[in-house]
């Protein structure tokens, strides 16, 4: 089993940047895919970016492509998602997640979950 806390959200302006932090503690962090959903209010939760468990590979949902970056350090137990040029309609709960199953990067099935940080964009 392995526990989530995120951390780095908060409010920025339209074209501002935030980076969220997830700090996992437990069973060895590299053993999981991890991934960063977000759920906004009336919205159903979405998958926003992805990574392998060794960080070679990733993914991105087309919303915040060019936009987001997803990385790990294994060393730190810690999954980071740089998010540049932020838009009002990126206003949402961002939750990390872990997957102890194999399967393709774009799969939305995650085993354990952290409790959310919010993230505002104003306009």
């Known amino acids: 089993q392995v526990q989530l806390v995120e951390s780095g959200g908060g409010l920025v302006q339209a074209g501002g940047s935030l980076r969220l932090s997830c700090a996992a503690s437990?069973?060895?962090?590299?053993?999981?895919?991890m991934g960063w959903f977000r759920q906004a209010p009336g919205k159903e939760r979405e998958l926003v970016a992805a990574?392998?468990?060794?960080?070679?590979?990733?993914y991105y949902a087309d919303s915040v492509k060019g936009r987001f970056t997803i990385s790990r350090d294994n060393a730190k137990n810690t999954m980071y998602l740089q998010m540049n040029s932020l838009k009002p309609e990126d206003t949402a709960v961002h939750y990390c997640?872990?997957?102890?199953?194999?399967?393709?990067?774009?799969?939305?099935?995650?085993?354990?979950w952290g409790q959310g940080t919010q993230v505002t964009v104003s306009s």
């Open positions: 990574v392998s468990r060794s960080g070679t590979y990733t």
């Open positions: 997640a872990a997957a102890i199953t194999i399967a393709p990067m774009g799969n939305g099935n995650y085993d354990y």
């Open positions: 437990g069973r060895t962090f590299s053993s999981y895919r």
